[in-house]
């Protein structure tokens, strides 16, 4: 890990600042990641940044954050930029280095605006209140007079100015500070809050961009990895001797490991046909997405006891308030339903990839891997542990990458990859195939959520009882007012590898929780919207419901028959609404949702394009997971494990998208990469319920018409 | 085999089995990397570039049957440090999140202007279906490529 010492012997002259890791007590509750991170919640209180400006006044910023796709980079270049008063031009972050930059427990969880946004505005504050008091010091002047303007300190009385780089030049300063310093308040901002194109932007559409899997060393060769025909099988024996025929192919054969790397992807390709393996099948036949609910159900209680505890807060441990049973045995109505999520893929447009290299030092062999991943950190650790390595000399870089989604939290590839190397003796380069994306990654889990409901008469809900199993603790507390509840997660046995997604649990918990409140509103003749206002307390998601009622036009009758549905949810420190209107026939079970309107609140807003992007493309691939996306397996294979056969949103697929943006500026800032996902599959399940009278209560809802998945 | 092409202008001899994909070729041999493997099935179109004025998926085409016509990459769309107008539109319009898809969809999206200068907004959805975002840029891409069909329309 980058010590303090180790990052200031590197920096040459010019003004140093580093933010010492300390908690933001605001935001240590934000809704820990399940499973993935279990027994790191110390490190929640290590968000340390660091930044430097040299003697010509280029500003680098350090931070272990990554960017995705998500657009961190160009926004944390905003917070930095609005508090030194340096034009964004003369920054650059250095990101997600294990060598270079500060610990970070990773990029997932919507963490990076409410927390590296927040340190890095005290750096940039920090650093400027700096700058003027040397250009105090030096020109003999009151500090108040002096003002920091466009990468200069400037004299406000007699207009002299001097750069950033001029003040620290022939010296080198440094300072630490801790997280008490003040940032501007969101009303005074002039570059964060706007929308500054993405940082890089020209190097993406020139494909100069190296993303890991376009990188190149000298000598590199380009690695493959022997993959088992199915889940659980192990490797029996092995008969490599072909392959070591391929022209200037490597094998190399580590304990149960077994791949090539070649001059080529062609030749490593033809080395891996080449390998003949024999495979000992496991001994227990294994569920298939047919049978994988009742598994799931099935299965939790064994499952329950063994996790207790280990499961970031949702745990078997059931929430309980008030008197549900009695709230039931009294209602004027009751309603129990029970709702399913499949397994879906994140499938990244970039598939995992890693580049290795070994290099031989005086004081021992070196690794460094640029890979992509959320998570560089736990990636070294891994590699540190796989390898039998010490972690100062593991190197695991990331590159700005090719999507992620939660799908990349893990380090397989880059343990792959390095193994190669070290066989090979020389830097290998591994690009999982689309195919070993499909079939090795994890997966989001699937689930089964059983949702019971009592509400009065003039329809206030009363009793509110909510059973996870499986899919996860993410956003399972309703956001309505009642005053009855019992909710509880239920881990269960999951025959598929299962991990963070976009969002967790929250999609499913929130599509079974909106369509049951969709059904109770029905149930006392009362409008979906004013159903939910009537039941929900905190101001800030009856604004967002409010708001997208609005502009959709909610209330109208909808042309042609078609149907309307809204939805709502809180998740993250973000409030999102959806409105939909789907075209859905009943007789061919065909589904086209015509347009969606959201309108979301995550505080005071950074980047408003950035944001739109962000909530639109959440949308987008939510759904995905509504309408269609869903991973087949039977017995340990995934049977639909390429593109043509896994279904991803498309063009077509694509309705009319309006976004409406409540900009809190009186509100930290947080994150919005998550939450816009979470109300889409509710707001088109209730739109179809609209249209054709079928309740859906799967996702995803329509895959191959509406009646394969009624209930 | 010795094969002969002609890549954004520039000839290139590559020494390869002509059974090799155009995308592997062209990413491996010529270091041109702007090109994406997505799928390996042509279902992503991350890999799309232009053959002669057509747009075709390199991950399926065979690097012998690529010699026909002069093939042009995203490297080779810009002119004199200028980016293409459909190359600015990406910028402006913030078509992008990740970006991994972005050089197939402008090499698909200049291959669609090429044959249809002012298409409507559901003949562009319609020709760009077969290009994958999986962040979801879609609404953003489609404004991308009006505006510059619009700006074609200008006097």
């Known amino acids: 890990m980058t010590t303090r010492r180790d990052f200031l012997k590197e920096v040459g002259g010019g003004l140093v600042v580093v933010l010492v890791a300390s908690r933001v007590p605001a935001l240590a509750t934000l809704g820990a990641e399940p499973s993935l991170h279990a027994g790191e919640a110390d490190d929640t209180d290590r968000i340390s940044a660091w930044l430097h400006i040299d003697e010509r006044g280029a500003v680098t910023v350090y931070t272990g954050k990554v960017e995705f796709g998500q657009g961190i980079r160009t926004s944390l270049t905003q917070h930095v930029a609005e508090e030194l008063r340096a034009p964004v031009e003369s920054i650059r972050l250095v990101m997600g280095d294990t060598e270079l930059t500060p610990f970070d427990m990773g990029t997932f969880g919507s963490r990076s605006t409410p927390q590296m946004g927040l340190q890095l505005r005290r750096v940039g504050a920090s650093a400027r209140e700096l700058l003027i008091g040397l250009a105090a010091e030096r020109w003999k002047v009151e500090r108040s007079r002096l003002v920091a303007e466009n990468g200069r300190i400037v004299d406000t009385q007699t207009k002299r100015a001097l750069g950033f780089g001029e003040l620290t030049a022939g010296r080198r300063l440094t300072e630490t500070i801790t997280a008490d310093v003040a940032p501007k308040p969101a009303t005074a901002w002039t570059i964060a809050g706007s929308s500054l194109p993405k940082v890089g932007a020209r190097d993406i559409v020139t494909g100069k961009h190296q993303y890991t899997s376009d990188m190149r060393l000298p000598g590199m060769l380009y690695g493959r990895v022997l993959r088992a025909p199915q889940m659980g099988a192990t490797l029996a024996n092995v008969d490599t001797s072909a392959a070591s025929a391929v022209k200037s192919a490597v094998v190399v054969h580590d304990g149960t490991f077994v791949g090539v790397a070649a001059p080529s992807s062609a030749e490593a390709k033809r080395a891996l046909e080449a390998i003949r393996p024999t495979w000992t099948p496991p001994s227990e036949p294994q569920p298939s997405s047919t049978s994988v609910h009742e598994h799931l159900k099935r299965s939790s209680s064994r499952a329950s006891g063994r996790q207790a505890g280990g499961e970031g807060g949702g745990g078997a441990q059931p929430f309980v308030h008030g008197n549900v049973d009695a709230a039931l045995a009294s209602a004027d109505h009751k309603l129990a339903r029970t709702y399913t999520v499949a397994y879906i893929a994140h499938v990244p447009l970039e598939p995992r990839a890693a580049l290795a290299q070994w290099t031989r030092g005086a004081e021992g062999d070196r690794l460094t891997v640029w890979t992509g991943t959320q998570r560089p950190f736990a990636v070294r650790d891994e590699l540190v542990r796989a390898l039998g390595l010490v972690p100062e000399r593991v190197r695991v870089i990331v590159p700005d990458t090719g999507s992620g989604y939660g799908g990349k939290h893990t380090g397989e590839v880059a343990v792959e990859a390095a193994r190669l190397a070290r066989g090979a003796g020389k830097p290998v380069k591994l690009v999982w195939s689309r195919e070993e994306e499909f079939r090795w990654a994890y997966f989001r889990p699937a689930g089964v959520i059983d949702v019971g409901a009592a509400v009065s008469e003039d329809g206030a809900i009363t009793a509110w009882t909510f059973d996870n199993y499986n899919s996860g603790p993410a956003a399972i507390r309703p956001s309505y007012a009642i005053a009855n509840q019992r909710v509880a997660f239920h881990p269960s046995d999951s025959p598929l590898r299962q991990g963070s997604y976009r969002g967790l649990a929250a999609t499913a918990n929130n599509f079974a929780r909106e369509m049951h409140v969709d059904e109770l509103a029905r149930l006392v003749s009362m409008d979906p919207l004013a159903f939910r206002v009537k039941n929900i307390e905190d101001a800030r998601l009856r604004a967002v419901l409010e708001a997208a009622a609005e502009k959709f036009g909610w209330g109208k009758k909808p042309e042609r028959g078609n149907g309307v549905g809204i939805a709502c949810g809180f998740e993250k420190g973000g409030y999102i609404a959806a409105c939909a209107e789907v075209a859905a026939d009943r007789a061919s079970g065909a589904v086209k949702i015509v347009r969606v309107v959201a309108a979301f609140d995550c505080g005071a807003v950074v980047n408003p394009a950035g944001l739109r992007s962000q909530i639109s493309g959440g949308i987008v691939q939510g759904i995905g997971g509504a309408l269609f996306e869903a991973v087949d397996f039977e017995n340990g294979v995934v049977r639909n494990a390429r593109l043509a056969q896994y279904r991803v949103p498309r063009f077509l697929d694509v309705p009319e998208i309006a976004v409406i943006l409540i900009n809190r500026k009186d509100q930290p800032s947080m994150g919005a990469g998550e939450t816009p996902i979470i109300a889409i599959a509710p707001a088109v399940g209730a739109a179809i319920y609209d249209a054709t009278g079928i309740r859906v209560r799967s996702l995803p809802m329509a895959r191959n018409g509406l009646g394969a998945s009624t209930t | ?155």
Do not use: W
């Not at chain 2, 090109?35 to 065979?62: I, M, N």
């Open chain 2, 1 to 155: 085999m010795l094969i002969e092409l002609d890549v954004n202008g520039r000839r290139q001899r590559v020494d390869v089995d002509p059974d090799r994909t155009l995308l592997s070729v062209l990413r491996e041999e010529l270091e041109l990397t702007g090109s994406k493997y997505g799928c390996g099935e042509g279902e992503c179109g991350a890999c799309t570039v232009l053959l002669g004025a057509r747009a075709v998926r390199s991950c399926q085409t065979p690097v012998a049957k690529a010699a026909a016509a002069p093939v042009t990459t995203i490297e080779g769309l810009e002119r004199e440090g200028r980016l293409h107008p459909l190359q600015q539109a990406f910028v402006d319009e913030g078509a992008m999140q990740c970006g991994y898809c972005t050089a197939g969809m402008i090499m698909a999206g200049v291959s669609l202007l090429k044959s249809t200068p002012s298409p409507t907004t559901d003949q562009i959805v319609r020709g760009m279906n077969g290009n994958v975002c999986r962040c979801g840029a879609y609404p953003q891409i489609v404004a991308a490529i009006e505006r510059v069909a619009s700006e074609g329309k200008k006097p």
